[in-house]
């Protein structure tokens, strides 16, 4: 039987992760993979696909609706879903190769198979090549995460799909109605209504993106809105039921109960997603999860047995592959001795429909709760030369500072490229920031970055320059 100082249990980004740095530690490591591929869901059927999805989508819509007014005659664009679906095969395969190669490159030892603990040293890994056993001085639980179901509605994964599905589909579906308005279910619902697709979300909150400042949420519904889709907030969905290839979502109004029923081909059922510990056995080890699949954990990521500890998806917090990449690091460098810490407040959130959403930060709804006075500074795209020049006019950026210390407590951005923008607010935040030390940054001209440098000269005695 193998001995390894360190094991690592599912391949996503979090654990990969995890495995590399442990390595370069100098720790003898080994990864445990239950699918054929490395990269865990996010990699395989989460946010590589899904983003080749969007610059699929993104170019046909651009090619259909727009190319013409950039004096681009390119006729009727013929859309073939098939070389679609193949283009973003080839991008999954290429990464998830990539991955394998970066296990060789660091001498990580690669088993393939459902791994779970016969004890709380020992993992068997039961695979094609039967069952093996590995033994491990230190222990990561990296198995990441599932769609989460609604109660009262089961998945025949043909015509009432998660997200898994809707990423393999053939075909564009005529009307697609997605239960859930938060990042999956409008990314996913933006690739369908870019190729023609009629989209209906049904959402029980009254705005979307809801973990996120209830300003994007709302100017992203307006945007999708002017773009074709169509939303029912509000709204409690009682019921799906399939006839054929006609799919009937049922759902109640909050405010007076007032029934609507909506007919698709395809419902989406995009209501978040859980942890997923399915098979683990965690008890062999002495843990348990709790109420909602989540492994408890210390501030260092420890789980109740010292030596095994718990990353990304099945531990508290926000569902997000560099979230579970920085715990990944955290936990490896802890394990050698070193006193690695993570800022969770500055972990940001992206969704990337267009715009694009991105956020980090205190939002402006946490800080009126909280009773802490602070200002803002709201600059909109379409005031940008960059932006104009592009025919990107929609969105803004918004800075919350401290009304007195004038340091950045939140920065939200909905507009062209903003998922990229963010870094800089993230940076800016990391090392306490005001403002007004944004705002007299130089910024190249013209960029899409120049709406952060205005918005917090915005938030600095009102001082934008250009609106």
């Given at each position: 039987?193998?001995?390894?100082?360190?094991v690592v249990i599912g391949s996503g980004p979090g654990g990969y992760i995890a495995a590399i740095r442990a390595s370069q530690l100098k720790m003898k490591v080994a990864i445990v993979e239950k699918y054929k591929t490395l990269g865990g869901t996010c990699l395989n059927v989460g946010c590589i696909p899904s983003k080749a999805w969007?610059?699929?989508?993104?170019?046909?819509?651009?090619?259909?609706?727009?190319?013409?007014?950039?004096?681009?005659?390119?006729?009727?664009?013929?859309?073939?879903t098939k070389k679609m679906r193949e283009?973003?095969?080839?991008?999954?395969?290429?990464?998830?190769?990539?991955?394998?190669?970066?296990?060789k490159k660091n001498k990580i030892t690669v088993y393939q198979g459902l791994g779970s603990f016969k004890d709380a040293n020992t993992i068997l890994v039961k695979g094609e090549k039967g069952e093996q056993e590995i033994k491990a001085a230190k222990i990561i639980i990296a198995t990441g995460s599932k769609p989460?179901?609604?109660?009262?509605?089961?998945?025949?994964?043909?015509?009432?799909?998660?997200?898994?599905e809707a990423l393999k589909l053939e075909v564009v579906p005529k009307h697609l109605i997605v239960i859930g308005g938060g990042v999956i279910g409008l990314e996913l619902g933006s690739v369908f209504r870019r190729l023609g697709a009629k989209v209906s979300v049904v959402e029980f909150a009254d705005t979307c993106i809801t973990s996120m400042d209830q300003d994007l949420g709302k100017e992203l519904q307006k945007v999708l809105t002017k773009d074709g889709m169509e939303f029912h907030m509000g709204h409690g969905?009682?019921?799906?039921?399939?006839a054929g290839n006609e799919v009937t979502v049922k759902a109640k109004a909050k405010a007076d109960q007032k029934e609507i029923e909506l007919k698709g081909d395809y419902c989406l059922v995009a209501v978040g997603r859980r942890p997923y510990t399915d098979g683990l056995n965690l008890e062999a080890a002495g843990l348990k999860?709790?109420?909602?699949?989540?492994?408890?954990?210390?501030?260092?990521?420890?789980?109740?047995?010292?030596?095994?500890?718990?990353?990304?998806?099945?531990?508290?917090?926000?569902?997000?592959?560099?979230k579970a990449e920085e715990e990944g690091v955290c936990v490896a460098e802890f394990m050698m001795g070193q006193k690695p810490h993570i800022n969770y407040n500055l972990i940001p959130g992206v969704v990337y429909t267009w715009p694009e959403v991105a956020?980090?930060?205190?939002?402006?709804?946490?800080?009126?709760?909280?009773?802490?006075?602070?200002?803002?500074?709201?600059?909109?795209?379409?005031?940008?030369?960059?932006?104009?020049?592009?025919?990107?006019?929609?969105?803004?950026?918004?800075?919350?500072?401290?009304k007195k210390t004038d340091e950045i407590l939140g920065v939200h951005m909905i507009g062209p490229r903003t998922a990229d923008m963010i870094a800089e607010a993230v940076l800016a935040m990391e090392f306490r920031a005001s403002a007004e030390d944004v705002g007299r940054t130089s910024h190249a001209h013209p960029t899409y970055s120049e709406g952060f440098k205005e918005a917090c000269l915005a938030a600095t005695e009102n001082r934008a320059l250009n609106i």
């Open positions: 039987m193998e001995q390894f100082d360190l969007l610059d699929s989508s993104e170019k046909y819509h651009e090619a259909v609706h727009q190319f013409a007014s950039h004096g681009i005659d390119v006729g009727t664009p013929k859309l073939d283009r973003v095969s080839g991008v999954v395969s290429g990464i998830t190769g990539g991955v394998a190669f970066l296990m989460s179901l609604l109660p009262g509605v089961a998945l025949d994964k043909e015509r009432i799909i998660s997200s898994t969905v009682t019921s799906v039921t399939r999860a709790d109420e909602r699949g989540r492994i408890a954990v210390n501030d260092h990521l420890q789980t109740s047995v010292p030596h095994i500890f718990a990353i990304g998806d099945v531990v508290r917090g926000a569902m997000l592959a560099h956020g980090v930060g205190a939002t402006e709804q946490e800080l009126k709760t909280k009773g802490v006075e602070y200002k803002v500074g709201k600059f909109p795209f379409l005031a940008l030369g960059r932006a104009v020049a592009s025919a990107e006019k929609n969105g803004f950026v918004k800075v919350l500072a401290d």
